[in-house]
């Protein structure tokens, strides 16, 4: 009895059918503990556990609400954080004026601030009963530079310019003011809903990877600024530079 040709499979081809076989059921694993990952990740953002936010509030040697090391923390967070709203103040203050600089912006941020401290600051201790350690340290929240400067020179500066043209500069500076706080609402609940995929993300994702955009921004809108007055001089600035570079990243 013959068989026919179409029924004969070469051992290439049967390896070959193994191996797409073994890819698709890892492909399939793979997406299948992700999810569950996922779905972990936001069952534990939904569900509310009592005790543990109760256990944020009691007093404990093991778990103290101060060391001596957070005085280092704060003036650093201190720092920083005045270094940027300085920077902020002056590049927003001859767009938007001192009625929304000084009673607007400066109140929102010092309260942003406060409220935002004090609940990390209330997480850290709610985990640290949960997990029993008294090593947890609450997360500093203070000012995103690279994203201060990005919505001043990406949203403010053109939305303010674009309307001073064919507009009285009180209406451009409230208009500019109101697209700022539109467009920082949105960005708030972009990050709210992608919150879910947070350890997904840390998981598989390499942790120098996770600072390329701030290093981009951080290029872009603070280093470049600095830099153009040493390209529109090439003669006499590079020379300099390139001393200052080497000196700086050299052995």
């Known amino acids: 009895m013959s068989i026919p040709m179409d029924e004969i499979s070469s051992p290439v081809e049967r390896t070959t059918n193994f191996v797409e076989i073994v890819s698709d059921t890892k492909i399939r694993r793979f997406f299948i503990n992700r999810f569950q990952i996922i779905k972990n990740e936001l069952k534990q953002i939904l569900t509310f556990h009592p005790q543990e936010w109760i256990n944020a509030f009691r007093l404990n040697s093991l778990y103290p609400l101060f060391v ?54 209330y997480m850290a201790r709610k985990l640290a009963f949960k997990e029993k350690r008294g090593d947890v340290c609450a997360m500093p929240f203070g000012m995103n530079t690279p994203g201060a400067f990005a919505f001043i020179y990406v949203i403010i500066l053109p939305t303010y310019y674009g309307c001073i043209s064919s507009h009285e500069k009180v209406y451009c500076q409230e208009l500019a003011w109101h697209v700022a706080l539109a467009s920082n609402f949105i960005t708030g609940i972009i990050l709210l809903l992608l919150s879910i995929f947070g350890e997904f993300i840390r998981q598989n994702t390499p942790s120098v990877a996770l600072l390329s955009s ?38």
């Open 68 to 121: 001596r090391g957070d005085i280092d923390g704060f003036i650093a967070l201190f720092i920083n954080t005045l270094a940027t709203l300085l920077a902020v103040v002056l590049s927003l203050q001859p767009i938007l004026g001192n009625e929304i600089v000084y009673e607007k912006i400066i109140p929102g941020v010092g309260l942003s601030m406060f409220w935002g401290n004090l609940y990390y600051a």
């Open 214 to 251: 701030i290093s981009g921004l951080g290029f872009v809108f603070l280093a470049l600024n600095e830099y153009l007055p040493i390209a529109a001089t090439p003669i006499v600035s590079y020379l300099p530079f390139a001393i200052v570079m080497l000196g700086y990243f050299g052995e």
